[in-house]
């Protein structure tokens, strides 16, 4: 069965400051997404990383991918308040790409001022 | 744009009624899916389907099925509803081999 685990499951932190999720996945899958869901809303897809050390950055954000480790990370560099949401990673069921995704189980982010 | 659209964003039934939830997208996309999203238990799948009249059980299927008779429309069905299907239900769609997937906004569905 595929796991897909995401931690912290939580994190509180102060604008400005840098932080890491983390992501680590049970099958040998080299692509993995990465998603935001704001409070009452759907999600929106962030990064789409499908090769072993890939990289990807948008604004404050970075994605990369180690599929040796089946670890993925996401790091928020000198965090603001807008940043604040729910992230999720997801690796492919399998099946050339027509399985769906599962997903972990979110990292609820919140940044205070 | 990409656009899934699910009917309902919020609905309120009773326990034992038949439930259909419904989803269009309006991109040629093969792939359809259906999820529910549960506090502290993220998304799982419950349906997809890659053509029209194909569908695939996901991990958690038991108590519904689901419909595509086109390919941009894909319909959730609860059976008889019970309270433990309260849920957010989230669809959503991409083409086969390609991912992102795209969601709709979500159905909020409480079982009374």
């Known amino acids: 069965e595929l796991k897909v685990e995401q931690n912290p499951l939580f994190l509180s932190m102060q604008e400005g400051k840098n932080y890491t999720i983390y992501c680590n996945y049970s099958?040998?899958?080299?692509?993995l997404y990465w998603y935001r869901q704001d409070p009452g809303k759907s999600l929106e897809s962030l990064f789409v990383l499908l090769s072993n050390g890939a990289v990807k950055q948008e604004g404050r954000l970075m994605a990369s991918l180690d599929t040796k480790a089946r670890l993925s990370t996401l790091h928020i560099t000198a965090a603001v308040h807008d940043l604040s949401a729910t992230y999720f990673c997801?690796?492919?069921?399998?099946?050339?790409?027509?399985?769906?995704?599962?997903f972990g189980k979110g990292t609820h982010l919140i940044i205070q001022p | 744009d990409v656009k899934v659209t699910q009917s309902s964003r919020y609905l309120v039934k009773r326990t034992g009624e038949k439930v259909f939830l419904e989803c269009v997208q309006d991109m040629d996309h093969e792939n359809m899916f259906w999820y529910r999203q549960d506090p502290g238990l993220g998304l799982r799948l419950i349906y997809f389907?890659?053509?029209?009249?194909?569908?695939e059980k996901g991990d958690i299927p038991e108590g519904y099925s689901v419909s595509r008779e086109k390919k941009e429309r894909f319909s959730l069905i609860l059976e008889s509803a019970s309270t433990n299907q309260t849920s957010m239900y989230l669809c959503?769609?991409?083409?086969?081999?390609?991912?992102?997937?795209?969601f709709g906004n979500g159905t909020r569905l409480t079982v009374t």
């Open positions: 389907s890659y053509d029209v009249k194909m569908k």
């Open positions: 997801a690796v492919d069921r399998g099946g050339g790409g027509a399985d769906g995704l599962t």
């Open positions: 099958t040998t899958s080299d692509r």
């Open positions: 959503a769609s991409s083409f086969i081999g390609v991912k992102p997937l795209h």
